[in-house]
């Protein structure tokens, strides 16, 4: 397809889905993150099923608008909906920028607002004793229920990601300063960190090194349901199944992020300084990490409690 019949197909006539997948794929193809890809694909392959559903729909800021009321009405969350919108404005961006749509109109579609968050509640998080007994909950006379309990460990001792997680390799885990140490972790926006782990976390990382004895290489593998460990390293997905499972026989309902607030929460309720969990996390801004504490005001124990000031004004 010539580019003077795309540009056709893109700023008019929907009939021809072929120059959208196009443009779609450029997309896809200028993403580094393999998470935000596959969110940015599934958003893209929904929002032109509908595009070219109805016969005369152009792709201008009004039909994006209409997009997300119709999103809106479905119940889903605003974080959805803006993941949406944000795959959409890049579509026009690139569309543009390959000379598919005119800068106008993918103005329009940029500046096409998202869904405003009602609070600030961005999950679940966990209690202590919640925590603790996700922990115990893994059956430690088989190789897969230590390794899981090391990958629980993991993320409640350290906050790691999920993606973080499975990349981990054995060289990653050293001692540094005289406590055990996740060093060069390499996180989101390709930021650079090394993140201290418990002394609890650490030697349920041990146990399962010495159980499926691994000395290089990847650090959490597959175990096939035989009991043998693969050289095969888990996925980001595998992850998240064994953080469901496992939260599943506890009876409740988290994500691997839910255990990454989890940690958040408990170090601040902790006293630990927020810049030193900003760091762990690994957050550029401290707004963010914010947003993970779950933080209520307290009565019992206030600021105005901790000023140190005796004055006598009776």
Request: net charge positive; aromatic share 6%; with cysteine.
């Given at each position: 397809m010539?580019?003077?019949?795309?540009?056709?197909?893109?700023?008019?006539?929907?009939?021809?889905?072929d120059?959208?997948?196009i443009?779609?794929?450029?997309?896809?193809?200028?993403?580094?993150?393999?998470?935000?890809r596959?969110?940015?694909s599934?958003?893209?392959?929904?929002?032109?099923?509908?595009?070219v559903?109805?016969?005369g729909r152009?792709?201008?800021k009004?039909?994006?608008?209409?997009?997300?009321?119709?999103?809106?009405?479905?119940?889903?969350?605003?974080?959805?909906i803006?993941?949406?919108?944000?795959?959409i404005?890049r579509?026009?961006?690139?569309?543009?920028d390959?000379g598919?749509?005119?800068p106008?109109?993918?103005?329009?579609?940029?500046?096409?607002k998202?869904v405003k968050r009602?609070?600030?509640?961005l999950?679940?998080?966990?209690?202590?004793g919640?925590?603790?007994?996700l922990?115990k909950?893994?059956?430690l006379?088989?190789?897969?229920?230590?390794?899981?309990?090391?990958?629980?460990?993991?993320?409640?001792g350290?906050?790691l990601?999920r993606?973080?997680?499975?990349a981990?390799?054995v060289?990653?885990?050293?001692?540094?300063?005289?406590?055990?140490v996740?060093?060069?972790?390499?996180?989101?926006?390709g930021?650079?960190?090394?993140?201290?782990i418990?002394?609890w976390?650490h030697?349920a990382v041990?146990?399962?090194?010495?159980?499926?004895?691994?000395?290089?290489?990847?650090?959490?593998?597959?175990v096939?349901?035989?009991?043998?460990?693969?050289?095969?390293?888990?996925s980001?997905?595998a992850?998240?199944?064994?953080?469901?499972?496992?939260?599943?026989?506890?009876?409740?309902?988290?994500?691997?992020?839910?255990l990454?607030r989890?940690?958040?929460?408990?170090?601040h309720v902790?006293?630990?300084?927020?810049?030193?969990?900003?760091?762990?996390?690994g957050?550029?801004?401290?707004?963010?990490t914010?947003l993970?504490?779950d933080?209520?005001?307290?009565?019992?124990d206030?600021?105005?409690?901790h000023?140190?000031l005796?004055n006598?004004?009776?």
């Amino acid at each position: 397809m010539g580019s003077t019949a795309a540009a056709v197909c893109l700023s008019g006539s929907q009939r021809n889905g072929d120059a959208w997948k196009i443009v779609s794929a450029v997309v896809l193809e200028g993403i580094s993150s393999t998470h935000t890809r596959r969110s940015y694909s599934q958003a893209l392959d929904e929002f032109l099923i509908w595009f070219v559903d109805e016969p005369g729909r152009h792709f201008n800021k009004a039909t994006v608008q209409q997009y997300r009321t119709e999103l809106v009405a479905k119940g889903l969350a605003a974080s959805s909906i803006n993941v949406r919108l944000s795959a959409i404005r890049r579509l026009a961006l690139e569309a543009a920028d390959n000379g598919f749509l005119s800068p106008e109109l993918a103005g329009g579609i940029a500046r096409a607002k998202g869904v405003k968050r009602s609070g600030v509640r961005l999950g679940h998080w966990l209690t202590a004793g919640q925590a603790e007994s996700l922990l115990k909950l893994p059956d430690l006379t088989t190789l897969k229920g230590i390794r899981d309990c090391a990958v629980l460990g993991l993320l409640l001792g350290g906050g790691l990601r999920r993606s973080e997680l499975a990349a981990l390799d054995v060289e990653h885990i050293q001692q540094r300063d005289g406590r055990w140490v996740v060093t060069d972790l390499i996180g989101k926006g390709g930021r650079t960190r090394s993140v201290p782990i418990p002394h609890w976390a650490h030697l349920a990382v041990r146990r399962w090194q010495s159980a499926a004895n691994i000395t290089i290489g990847s650090l959490f593998r597959h175990v096939n349901r035989h009991g043998q460990v693969s050289a095969r390293r888990i996925s980001p997905q595998a992850v998240f199944e064994i953080v469901k499972t496992h939260a599943e026989n506890l009876g409740i309902e988290v994500c691997p992020h839910d255990l990454r607030r989890t940690f958040a929460k408990l170090a601040h309720v902790g006293r630990a300084p927020m810049e030193q969990i900003q760091i762990s996390l690994g957050h550029a801004s401290v707004v963010t990490t914010e947003l993970y504490l779950d933080v209520k005001q307290n009565l019992h124990d206030a600021p105005c409690d901790h000023l140190g000031l005796m004055n006598d004004l009776g």
